[in-house]
């Protein structure tokens, strides 16, 4: 390792090959927590390379808890995070709506680290059970559209870093890898990431599977489609800019879409918007997003996604979806 972190601090780089190896040997307990924490602070301080980063996410595929979900269709709307905005769960309110508009949901997620509140931080406080047992995710796909894959139960390895993570309390290089390692290995993905570098990482990556992928990142920052800027969109046969107008609604300011300062207030809000009293600047940004989603796996505009988007949500299918997984999840 200290052969690897001079290196890496001398502006070097690493091959695919070591870069898994070492990220298996953290996983291993092998370095101590003063090494790992300054192997991770060194990718804060330089940008990662394309090998370096399919080398941590083959070590995370290769030591992860796979489960067998091949014979759904189905997306996950995941963003890295560490883009700093705390705003509400957006991503994680696409999801249901997505889910609500009859699109099958295998929605990865994870505590959160560089923000307030995570998805699961959210989803748990609400009653939503983590499971790894694929009879119990099939169930919550075949009756509520979505199942929820809470990443410490997939991702043992893990449990190495989690706290260093957490003592850190800024983004590393894990938040860039959380929508790559997916244990279900989902057809369709939407991924949010917090840069323009990150976006054409992913891009590049992405286009060696065989992922119907769309990936975003808005101009003046956000993991997601936040309608307060022109969102940056990357898929599998395009390139393009999308604006709030093409989804047919006004652009946002920045504050109508901030989040909670705490689990509590994030649930509430959360809670709120899916019952559909949400402000329409909510509503929208939710909206905008699952329709993205929508329109990734059906092979439509966005529009049309969004208008199926505001459909599932002022219905009260999107919030069926939600209680179908709770009332699963006591029994």
Same mark, same amino acid.
């Given at each position: 390792?200290? %052969?690897?972190?001079?290196?890496?601090?001398?502006?070097?780089?690493?091959?695919?090959?070591?870069?898994? %190896?070492?990220?298996?040997?953290?996983?291993?307990?092998?370095?101590?927590? =003063?090494?790992?924490?300054?192997?991770?602070?060194? $990718?804060?301080?330089?940008?990662?390379?394309?090998?370096?980063?399919?080398?941590?996410?083959?070590?995370? !595929?290769?030591?992860?808890?796979?489960?067998?979900?091949?014979?759904?269709?189905?997306?996950?709307?995941?963003?890295?995070?560490?883009?700093?905005?705390?705003?509400?769960?957006?991503?994680?309110?696409?999801?249901?709506?997505?889910?609500?508009?009859?699109?099958?949901?295998?929605?990865?997620?994870?505590?959160?680290?560089?923000?307030?509140?995570?998805?699961? *931080?959210?989803?748990? $406080?609400?009653?939503?059970?983590?499971?790894?047992?694929?009879?119990?995710?099939?169930?919550?796909?075949?009756?509520?559209?979505?199942?929820?894959?809470?990443?410490? !139960?997939?991702?043992?390895?893990?449990?190495?870093?989690?706290?260093?993570?957490? /003592?850190?309390?800024? #983004?590393?290089?894990?938040?860039? !890898?959380?929508?790559?390692?997916?244990?279900?290995?989902?057809?369709?993905?939407?991924?949010?990431?917090?840069?323009?570098?990150?976006?054409?990482?992913?891009?590049?990556? $992405?286009?060696?599977? &065989?992922?119907?992928?769309?990936?975003?990142?808005?101009?003046?920052? $956000?993991?997601?489609?936040? !309608?307060?800027?022109?969102?940056?969109?990357?898929?599998?046969?395009?390139?393009?800019?999308?604006?709030?107008? &093409?989804?047919?609604?006004?652009?946002?300011?920045?504050?109508?879409?901030?989040?909670?300062?705490?689990?509590?207030? =994030?649930?509430?809000?959360?809670?709120?918007?899916?019952?559909?009293?949400?402000?329409?600047?909510?509503?929208?940004?939710?909206?905008?997003?699952?329709?993205?989603?929508?329109?990734?796996?059906? *092979?439509?505009?966005?529009?049309?996604?969004?208008?199926?988007?505001?459909? =599932?949500? #002022? =219905?009260?299918?999107?919030?069926?979806?939600? %209680?179908?997984?709770? /009332?699963?999840?006591?029994?």
């Amino acid at each position: 390792m200290k %052969k690897i972190l001079n290196r890496l601090i001398n502006h070097e780089s690493i091959s695919t090959e070591e870069a898994k %190896k070492v990220l298996i040997a953290i996983s291993r307990g092998e370095y101590n927590p =003063s090494l790992v924490a300054s192997f991770l602070t060194v $990718y804060m301080m330089r940008s990662i390379t394309i090998e370096e980063l399919k080398g941590f996410r083959d070590a995370l !595929l290769e030591l992860c808890v796979p489960v067998n979900l091949k014979g759904y269709n189905t997306i996950d709307l995941c963003g890295t995070g560490g883009d700093g905005k705390d705003t509400f769960n957006i991503s994680t309110l696409a999801s249901f709506v997505t889910a609500g508009a009859g699109i099958q949901v295998t929605k990865h997620g994870n505590y959160g680290v560089s923000s307030t509140c995570g998805s699961s *931080n959210v989803m748990e $406080y609400l009653g939503v059970k983590f499971s790894n047992k694929t009879g119990f995710l099939k169930q919550c796909l075949d009756k509520a559209n979505i199942c929820v894959l809470h990443a410490p !139960l997939f991702h043992p390895a893990m449990k190495e870093v989690a706290p260093i993570r957490k /003592d850190l309390g800024v #983004k590393t290089f894990f938040n860039m !890898l959380g929508p790559m390692v997916n244990p279900a290995s989902p057809k369709n993905q939407m991924v949010g990431v917090f840069s323009l570098e990150l976006l054409r990482l992913y891009a590049y990556l $992405y286009q060696t599977t &065989d992922t119907n992928f769309t990936i975003v990142h808005a101009l003046d920052g $956000y993991d997601e489609i936040s !309608l307060t800027s022109p969102t940056k969109v990357v898929q599998n046969t395009q390139e393009r800019m999308l604006q709030a107008y &093409d989804f047919g609604v006004e652009p946002l300011k920045q504050n109508e879409i901030h989040g909670g300062n705490s689990i509590a207030s =994030s649930a509430k809000i959360f809670m709120h918007i899916l019952k559909g009293q949400g402000t329409d600047a909510q509503n929208n940004v939710v909206c905008a997003n699952a329709g993205l989603a929508i329109a990734t796996v059906e *092979n439509t505009d966005p529009k049309t996604g969004f208008e199926k988007a505001i459909e =599932s949500l #002022k =219905s009260g299918k999107a919030l069926k979806s939600f %209680k179908t997984l709770i /009332d699963l999840s006591k029994n």
